[in-house]
Each structure stands twice: as structure tokens, then as C-alpha cells.
């Protein structure tokens, strides 16, 4: 586990300097930096959050498909797409709000990306980066069980505590 701790300390380091893509005030949710033309954050870096859900397909979202969901705004690629999302929204919203599934498992707020996306009994996951997939892919459950039972001690926390 401590090199797995390193890995994630090093690459989300690298993330926040190189990656656009940090946590709003509330911190619930792993957002864009900046806003939408209406003023909400973009979750899902823009990317249509059902094409990911269903398909595992990272697909771009288009501002003109813009939902709002709890104060985020999340793009989609089609309006059939925006549609099954306003119908059920938890169904396709990734877990611990957006933000890397082993991160949370290590107590940490990290950067959670739709190309390295996971779907597990019908819930979305998503990690870092390509190492930090591979990590996760050697024990699945056991940092799902370990990330659900740390996120409600977290979730309300900003990034910066967070991570301290």
C-alpha cells in the first residue's frame, strides 16, 4: 500500500500542476475549473456522463445539452442522452462524487477521470490515471468496501483537508 500511496501522491501532484480540473467550494463534487456560460460548475470534464455510464465510451458532451443536477452542470452528447439522465440522475452519476474511487480508499480527494472509468454492478467509477487503474484493478471490492466506508467522513470536506 505505501507504494500505491506514493504513486497517488506523486501523479496527483503532477495532476493539479498539469490537469485543469479542481474541486469547487463545496468540494461534493469533482468540478472544472471555472464555470458554465450559467455560472455552474462543469462535472465530467464536459463529457456525456450516460455514453460513460452505458458504454464505457467517453464521449464529448455538448454545451447545448446542459444539464444542471444538485448545482453542477453536466453536458451531453445528445438530447436522448440529457433525457435519461434528468429522468435518474443517481443511476448515472459516478460514485464519491466524480473523484478518484482508490484516492478516496486512502482517505484523499483526488482527481477522478472519465478515461480511466470503471462500471461495477451498474456504479461508475472513476480513477486518476492509468497506473492508478491498474492498482485498483487488483482489488476491486476491497477499495470499493474501503472508499464507501471513508467517503461520508470526507465528502463535506474541501480538497485542501482533504488531502492534508
Same mark, same amino acid.
Given at each position: 500500500?505505501?507504494y500505491i500511496?506514493?504513486?497517488?501522491?506523486?501523479?496527483?501532484?503532477?495532476?493539479?500542476?498539469a490537469? @485543469?480540473?479542481?474541486? =469547487?467550494?463545496?468540494?461534493?463534487? !469533482?468540478?472544472? %475549473?471555472?464555470?458554465?456560460?450559467? /455560472?455552474?460548475?462543469? #462535472?465530467?470534464?464536459?463529457?456525456?456522463?450516460?455514453?460513460?455510464t452505458?458504454q464505457?465510451?467517453?464521449?464529448?458532451?455538448l454545451?447545448?445539452?446542459?444539464?444542471?443536477?444538485?448545482?453542477?452542470?453536466?453536458?451531453?452528447? @445528445?438530447?436522448e442522452? =440529457?433525457?435519461?439522465?434528468?429522468? !435518474?440522475?443517481e %443511476?448515472y452519476?459516478?460514485?464519491? /462524487?466524480g473523484?478518484? #474511487?482508490?484516492?478516496?480508499?486512502?482517505?484523499k480527494?483526488?482527481?477522478?477521470?472519465?478515461?480511466y472509468?470503471?462500471?461495477?454492478?451498474g456504479?461508475?467509477?472513476?480513477?486518476?490515471?492509468?497506473?492508478?487503474?491498474?492498482?485498483?484493478?487488483?482489488? =476491486?471490492?476491497?477499495?470499493?468496501?474501503?472508499?464507501? %466506508?471513508?467517503?461520508?467522513?470526507?465528502?463535506?470536506?474541501?480538497?485542501?483537508?482533504?488531502?492534508?
Open positions: 500500500m505505501k500511496e506514493l504513486l497517488i501522491a506523486s501523479t496527483a501532484l503532477f495532476g493539479l500542476i490537469d @485543469s480540473t479542481i474541486a =469547487k467550494a463545496a468540494d461534493e463534487y !469533482n468540478v472544472t %475549473k471555472g464555470t458554465t456560460t450559467t /455560472g455552474h460548475s462543469l #462535472a465530467l470534464r464536459g463529457n456525456d456522463l450516460v455514453a460513460l452505458k464505457n465510451n467517453v464521449t464529448p458532451g454545451a447545448k445539452f446542459t444539464q444542471i443536477h444538485d448545482g453542477v452542470a453536466y453536458y451531453f452528447a @445528445s438530447e442522452t =440529457k433525457r435519461q439522465f434528468a429522468a !435518474n440522475p %443511476k452519476l459516478p460514485q464519491f /462524487g473523484y478518484c #474511487a482508490l484516492g478516496i480508499a486512502l482517505n480527494k483526488l482527481d477522478g477521470s472519465p478515461r472509468a470503471d462500471i461495477v454492478d456504479k461508475l467509477y472513476l480513477l486518476l490515471n492509468a497506473a492508478v487503474f491498474e492498482a485498483y484493478k487488483k482489488d =476491486k471490492a476491497g477499495t470499493i468496501a474501503k472508499a464507501n %466506508k471513508l467517503w461520508p467522513t470526507i465528502k463535506h470536506l474541501t480538497v485542501q483537508e482533504a488531502n492534508s
